[in-house]
């Protein structure tokens, strides 16, 4: 079994759409660690809703580009995610992306793993810190929880939304 460890952020309808994403991920594998859920503010283009972000650890027999490229675009297509060309930063009811596979290091299409958003960008690095913080970085040679530990919530402006639930239990 591969261990996938995935960002999710949604600011269109977040409250349906992240327990739907992660639903949807149970039909690819095991959904085995689910982050808490916690908002903030949009990157790149200020002019639109906060975001929600969390982290999902899916056990799963599908390789890495097959999770990428098969089933993240059909739940992402099934989420009705629109793709902005001219805007990378703009709304969306969706985004999944493996932030982590196994212990590996590579590229899929313009995805690099480890994502290198880990390291800067706290709505990553915090949710894959609850999921695992004792996984080592493999390029920086830290745990999760150490790279978490680098960044101020409170300061980056960002906010536990324990009123999200992702998965039923």
Same mark, same amino acid.
């Given at each position: ?64 580009? *097959? ?42 299409? #313009? ?25 080592? #970085? ?17 300061? *980056?402006?960002?906010?536990?939304? *324990? ?7």
């Amino acid at each position: 079994m591969n261990r996938a460890y995935l960002g999710l952020g949604s600011n269109i309808d977040p409250e349906a759409n992240l327990p739907a994403a992660v639903a949807a991920l149970a039909d690819y594998g095991a959904v085995t660690a689910v982050s808490s859920v916690w908002e903030s503010a949009p990157v790149g283009f200020a002019e639109q809703a906060n975001f929600l972000n969390a982290a999902v650890l899916l056990e799963t027999e599908l390789s890495a580009e *097959a999770l990428c490229l098969d089933a993240i675009a059909e739940i992402e297509q099934r989420l009705r995610r629109v793709r902005d060309p001219n805007n990378v930063n703009a709304a969306r009811t969706i985004d999944i992306d493996i932030s982590l596979f196994n212990g590996d290091v590579f590229t899929i299409g #313009h995805r690099r793993i480890p994502d290198p958003d880990i390291l800067t960008r706290v709505f990553l690095a915090i949710p894959l810190a609850e999921l695992d913080g004792q996984y080592v #970085h493999l390029e920086e040679g830290r745990t999760l929880a150490e790279i978490a530990g680098e960044f101020d919530i409170e300061s *980056a402006g960002m906010r536990l939304r *324990a009123d999200v639930v992702l998965l039923d239990e």
